[in-house]
């Protein structure tokens, strides 16, 4: 089945029950990424995007409605 012993043990290992992840933390240190800078506040509290924007209503589409139409 296997080509070889070692090959075999070692998919009998990640096959069994026995083998778990193990948990790592892991923290890029500042400037090692491009992407990774310091938080100053929340972007909940102080959003980047625009807020309180117009939303249009079309009102409910016509799948929506033949769909409840049918639960009944």
Request: glycine fraction near 6%; avoid cysteine.
């Given at each position: 089945m296997?080509?070889?012993t ?6 009998l290992?990640?096959l ?7 948990k ?8 090692a ?25 079309f ?10 139409s049918?639960?009944a």
């Amino acid at each position: 089945m296997f080509k070889s012993t070692s090959a075999g043990l070692v998919a009998l290992t990640f096959l069994s029950g026995d083998a778990k992840a193990a948990k790592t933390k892991y923290r890029p240190p500042a400037g090692a990424t491009p992407w990774y800078k310091e938080a100053t506040h929340s972007t909940w509290e102080k959003p980047d995007w625009d807020v309180n924007y117009f939303v249009p209503n079309f009102g409910q589409d016509r799948e929506i409605m033949a769909s409840l139409s049918n639960t009944a």
